[in-house]
């Protein structure tokens, strides 16, 4: 069983800045799919930002130019910077792996005050 632990959420102020980690018990280079998702209260999970085993990334609309994600594989680590946080930003934020298996993490709450 892979675990992936998240780190680095929690309380800031719009326009403030955030770094979250995924931990993974094993090593990452296996999985070609590594993602972010949050959940707001209320809402559906939605996809944050993915990253491919060759550093190909992908970003929500929403979060594009804002956002960065990154992997370390060497670490079993993969990032998200988050830069110019808004109010809307706050939700649990959740790891997940792909291709060729998918696993999620326990997730990190990120809220952003106004």
């Known amino acids: 069983q892979v675990q992936l632990v998240e780190s680095g959420g929690g309380l800031v102020q719009a326009g403030g800045s955030l770094r979250l980690s995924c931990a993974a018990s094993?090593?990452?280079?296996?999985?070609?799919?590594m993602s972010w998702h949050r959940q707001a209260p209320g809402k559906q999970r939605e996809l944050v930002a993915g990253?491919?085993?060759?550093?190909?990334?992908n970003y929500a609309d929403s979060v594009k130019g804002r956002f960065t994600i990154s992997r370390d594989n060497a670490k079993r680590t993969v990032y998200l910077q988050m830069n110019s946080l808004k109010p809307e930003d706050t939700a649990v934020y959740y790891c997940?792996?792909?291709?060729?298996?998918?696993?999620w993490g326990q997730g990190t709450q990120v809220t952003v005050s106004s």
């Open positions: 094993i090593t990452i280079f296996r999985f070609n799919g």
């Open positions: 997940s792996t792909s291709d060729p298996s998918n696993y």
């Open positions: 990253i491919t085993r060759g550093g190909v990334t």
